[in-house]
């Protein structure tokens, strides 16, 4: 295996890792839906290599982003991995969960972008060269058999080393979301580590996919199963927006490696009979995206004794995840919040005051990750990259580094430990905010003079947003008539779990001394 791993590293790992499972086990299904639809490996592999050829005819420029619009459908997957074939990074966007003026305003940021629509597309003014589901299938039909597929394998174009692999835009503080890059050496190195959390590698394995293409969580799935030869299970909306659909699809999952943010499985255990009964085949689960309470891991131990629970932490711009810890009963149990883990191979972990330099363990600061998983920027922003990002050396190698903005601190043994943003961004149902992007957002609607969002915390934990804003001029409804327009108007240009839950009408802000709002104030109301 190790003689096998040398051979490939550094020219497209994790798509060589797919190709052999495509070669070895073509009729093992790669892809399923809780809707009903699935994919083999080897009608995956096909499909893909079908839409590579439609890439590579587009005369499309090779490095430049092509964006990938849908839902959970196989044939989303098979288009991020033709994006990887012909040398593109892939921007997946979900039709559910981002709105078409964030749609066009992403095919703003990467300038009149080839655009896969697997789903159709909205009409809302985006400047794109539309592939559609149409001109999609056709491709994949006339693609080459399997045996022909493989023998024609051209790795030249594969995006490997420091090649982009693809672009997530999480939100952004001026108002617009931000494009954070990631490399294929990213994916591989990551891909190496998350393997070996509990028996993840497991062949044949099923990971459960809850969360949507376009949301970062949903990488330590999709790259976990495809390298280890399973089977990713993906939860549509339409089984997540009912509860007993939830439930009768988790059932019939037969799901080995649960991957979720804590507030899923939270919902989940409402259910009395979420229990190791209900899936029997549950060994792991991992969790990442926001805090995990010790009470959610209790009663997952208690109800599925045979299963490991793994906390995990990292953002965005270091793919995914780069530390881990298995949660034991007795942390659990215990007062102190649970820990976050030690880095993987290749991270290193430090934790800095505001003017750079490094804390004593056991102190709060600013947690700054260096190695290898760490993205490369920020999409057309070098200005934004400036500021977060930079070099230094883990292991001997010259590795980039990520302000992460998040506090936490360091124990002796080297565990860290999450407390929180440092900044505006939040993090909410396992989703990252930026609460200057509603603002903004906000202000640019008609009569709102002023505008600032608070998180309403309960028991440690982000419930819900609230928006405290400044009407200008007379209001002619109620206040709760009044902000059911507002949130409704939100809903053209913000994702749903950005939309506050609660709309508060003021006549001035309170401000702090500095002149600035006092955000604290407004909490405790």
Not at 139 to 162: C, H, I, N, Q, Y
Not at 255 to 266: D, G, K, L, M, N
Request: charged share 25%; hydrophobic share 40%.
């Amino acid at each position: 295996m190790e003689q096998w791993r040398r051979r490939f590293r550094g020219i497209g790992e994790y798509l060589e890792r797919a190709l052999r499972n495509a070669k070895q086990f073509p009729e093992r299904i790669a892809l399923q839906t809780s809707d009903g639809e699935s994919e083999t490996y080897g009608a995956y592999w096909r499909a893909s290599e079908g839409i590579a050829s439609l890439i590579r005819q587009s005369g499309y420029p090779v490095k430049k982003p092509v964006m990938v619009y849908g839902h959970k459908s196989p044939r989303m997957i098979e288009c991020f991995h033709a994006c990887l074939k012909t040398g593109h990074p892939y921007v997946p966007v979900d039709c559910h969960s981002v709105p078409p003026e964030r749609v066009a305003n992403i095919a703003g940021q990467i300038g009149d972008p080839l655009l896969l629509a697997v789903e159709d597309l909205p009409d809302a003014g985006i400047s794109a060269q539309t592939v559609d589901r149409e001109q999609l299938e056709a491709a994949v039909a006339a693609a080459p058999d399997l045996d022909s597929a493989f023998e024609s394998v051209d790795r030249t174009a594969w995006v490997s080393g420091d090649d982009l692999a693809y672009i997530l835009f999480t939100s952004g503080s001026t108002g617009a979301p931000k494009g954070v890059c990631v490399t294929a050496s990213c994916i591989d190195g990551f891909c190496r580590w998350a393997l070996t959390l509990g028996d993840a590698e497991r062949e044949g394995a099923v990971f459960l996919n809850q969360a949507p293409f376009s949301f970062d969580l949903s990488v330590y799935e999709q790259a976990m199963s495809f390298w280890a030869g399973g089977t990713l299970y993906s939860l549509t909306k339409e089984s997540q927006d009912s509860f007993r659909l939830q439930m009768e699809a988790l059932a019939a999952s037969r799901a080995r490696i649960w991957v979720s943010t804590p507030s899923f499985a939270e919902m989940c255990l409402v259910e009395p009979s979420f229990d190791e009964q209900m899936m029997p085949d549950v060994r792991l689960f991992l969790f990442c995206g926001e805090t995990l309470p010790n009470g959610t891991a209790a009663r997952l131990l208690e109800r599925f004794p045979h299963a490991q629970v793994v906390n995990s932490y990292g953002p965005t711009e270091s793919t995914v995840a780069v530390t881990a810890c298995t949660v034991t009963g007795q942390m659990a149990a215990s007062s102190d919040p649970l820990p976050v883990g030690r880095p993987r191979k290749g991270t290193r972990i430090d934790i800095v005051a505001d003017n750079g330099e490094p804390v004593p363990a056991g102190e709060c600061g600013e947690i700054v990750i260096a190695g290898d998983t760490v993205a490369r920027g920020y999409l057309g922003r070098p200005d934004l990259t400036a500021k977060a990002f930079g070099t230094d050396m883990v292991d001997g190698k010259p590795v980039r580094t990520y302000r992460t903005g998040d506090e936490g601190w360091l124990d002796a043994s080297g565990m860290l430990h999450y407390r929180g943003r440092l900044d505006l961004q939040v993090k909410m149902n396992g989703f990252r905010i930026e609460l200057g992007e509603i603002e903004e957002n906000l202000r640019r609607l008609p009569c709102i003079k002023a505008a600032c969002v608070v998180p309403s915390v309960k028991d440690g934990q982000i419930r819900y947003l609230v928006a405290h804003v400044v009407w200008e001029g007379e209001r002619t409804e109620s206040d709760f008539r009044q902000g059911l327009g507002i949130k409704e108007a939100l809903k053209d240009v913000l994702p749903h779990y950005m939309i506050p839950r609660k709309v508060v009408f003021h006549d001035a802000l309170p401000m702090t001394p500095n002149g600035k709002c006092d955000r604290k104030a407004l909490a405790r109301l």
